[in-house]
């Protein structure tokens, strides 16, 4: 089967966050099991290198402003359609934000153009090769699907979109429409218009044929007004066609007993390699060696979807336990300064440094003890399935793909053995200092506490149960 993944973002090439990391894993496992698939992506500065080893398959003399091609390239393991466009992606720093960190102001095109040349491939297909199913990820591939049913053609590919996020949205003023000449009868209620606007999502939820989401729990969510974010009454309207299936990660780029990040491999029968990368941890972010308590991190942007608010009215519990806090992230200015301000506090307790390093995340993952996610909502979740992966255990808010992934360690779980963190609920800080003391009652008992890490690392956090599930998917559509 021939499949076309649509995205905005891919590792190891260029990450803003985990949808990166799944587009750079699921063609993989995807390939693994016989799939043909493709995965194309604008031309970011990042990837200009890995365009220039390609081979040029189209060309558009005129795309929304400019010249543009489309390359063909290998690298890491993947397949790739590049969209060479530099009067759209040409730029530094954040591929979605400009300097003032508002969104660029022609996202439509930039994000409009990847679709209009990913229907295009769907479509007409290129160099003898065209997908039975184009599957678009996220509100920058919204379009997609819409563009593919306009086209019209007599032989049009399946379409499947995941949410992986139902926050972004993609809404842009409602004349946006004519740019890509969607016609009126599309433009409904119904269809891509969403309260006066052009929703690339909701085009995206409208018109495919299936719709997934990034773990069974958020699916659930998303039905309710709570969490659908204005969009629970599409989704509920195509009910049987939406599907949670969870994430899984890459697990050769994360492996405790092969990492070159760590300061010292380990696996679950070496769990005292482990105090090599504390140690190491601990020097990173300048933490003291006398604690009492566990060494938690945080790996996210800093944002209060994220619950990181809560944190930060929990310390003084966190701190008080004899525990320490390495915190890694960007996001929210009022929560990168709270931070900061809260390392000036406690010194030697609290470590933070604002911003992201790849390698450093795996360094955090591998010298904790406990790994703090405290979202409000939480469509999926990487970062505590690499605790579990890692022996770090998740403390997590019962959402979303959390509560899908980590069994709390209540006591019957802790006696048969399937405990694998901490889970709390309601979303506030009062239960998340209750999550920490737990925590850290626990740690104090050291054979449970280890017991709890080798549980946690047994469970399965690859892509051999979700990526079976898209392929049965594809398949399902495919033959209609």
Not at 448 to 454: A, F, G, P
Request: overall charge neutral; some cysteine; charged content about 20%.
């Amino acid at each position: 089967m021939k499949v076309l993944f649509v995205a905005s973002e891919c590792a190891p090439f260029v990450k803003t966050g985990g949808l990166a990391d799944v587009i750079g894993a699921v063609p993989k496992a995807l390939a693994a099991l016989g799939v043909d698939i493709r995965v194309i992506l604008p031309v970011y500065p990042a990837l200009a290198r890995v365009a220039k080893t390609g081979k040029i398959v189209t060309k558009f003399d005129e795309l929304f402003g400019g010249e543009a091609r489309l390359i063909a390239a290998k690298s890491e393991g993947l397949n790739l359609l590049l969209l060479d466009a530099p009067h759209l992606y040409d730029r530094p720093g954040n591929i979605y934000l400009d300097d003032s960190g508002q969104d660029w102001p022609d996202n439509h095109l930039r994000f409009g153009a990847l679709c209009f040349v990913a229907a295009k491939v769907a479509t007409e297909g290129i160099k003898r090769w065209k997908p039975a199913v184009v599957h678009a990820h996220d509100w920058q591939a919204g379009l997609t699907p819409l563009l593919i049913r306009q086209a019209g053609a007599k032989t049009c590919p399946r379409s499947v979109i995941t949410i992986h996020n139902i926050a972004f949205q993609g809404l842009f003023h409602w004349t946006v429409k004519d740019t890509f000449s969607i016609p009126d009868e599309l433009f409904t209620h119904e269809g891509a218009e969403f309260w006066g606007h052009l929703g690339f999502l909701k085009a995206g939820l409208s018109f495919s044929d299936k719709i997934t989401t990034v773990s069974p729990t958020y699916a659930r969510e998303l039905l309710t007004a709570e969490f659908g974010m204005g969009l629970e009454g599409v989704l509920q309207a195509r009910r049987g066609d939406f599907s949670g299936i969870v994430n899984g990660i890459d697990l050769r780029a994360w492996n405790p007993s092969t990492d070159q990040a760590l300061a010292k491999n380990y696996t679950s029968r070496s769990l005292g390699n482990k105090e090599q990368n504390r140690v190491a941890l601990r020097t990173r972010f300048g933490l003291g060696s006398d604690a009492s308590g566990p060494v938690f991190c945080v790996v996210s942007r800093l944002t209060e979807q994220k619950g990181l608010d809560l944190l930060l009215e929990a310390l003084p519990v966190l701190v008080g336990r004899g525990a320490h806090l390495a915190l890694l992230g960007s996001g929210e200015k009022h929560l990168e300064q709270g931070f900061l301000d809260a390392a000036q506090q406690y010194p030697g307790q609290v470590g933070v440094i604002i911003g992201y390093d790849e390698e450093l995340s795996h360094l955090m993952q591998g010298g904790s003890d406990a790994i703090l996610v405290p979202s409000r909502f939480e469509p999926c979740g990487l970062t505590q399935l690499y605790g579990l992966r890692y022996g770090t255990l998740p403390v997590v808010a019962r959402t979303g793909g959390l509560a899908d992934t980590v069994t709390d360690a209540d006591d019957a779980a802790i006696k048969s053995k399937r405990a694998t963190g901490i889970l709390f609920t309601p979303v506030t800080s009062a239960a998340l200092r209750d999550a920490i003391h737990r925590t850290c009652d626990l740690f104090d008992q050291p054979k449970v506490w280890r017991s709890l890490m080798r549980n946690a690392m047994r469970y399965p956090v690859g892509w051999d149960q979700s990526a079976p599930a898209y392929l049965e998917l594809y398949e399902t559509i495919a033959t209609k």
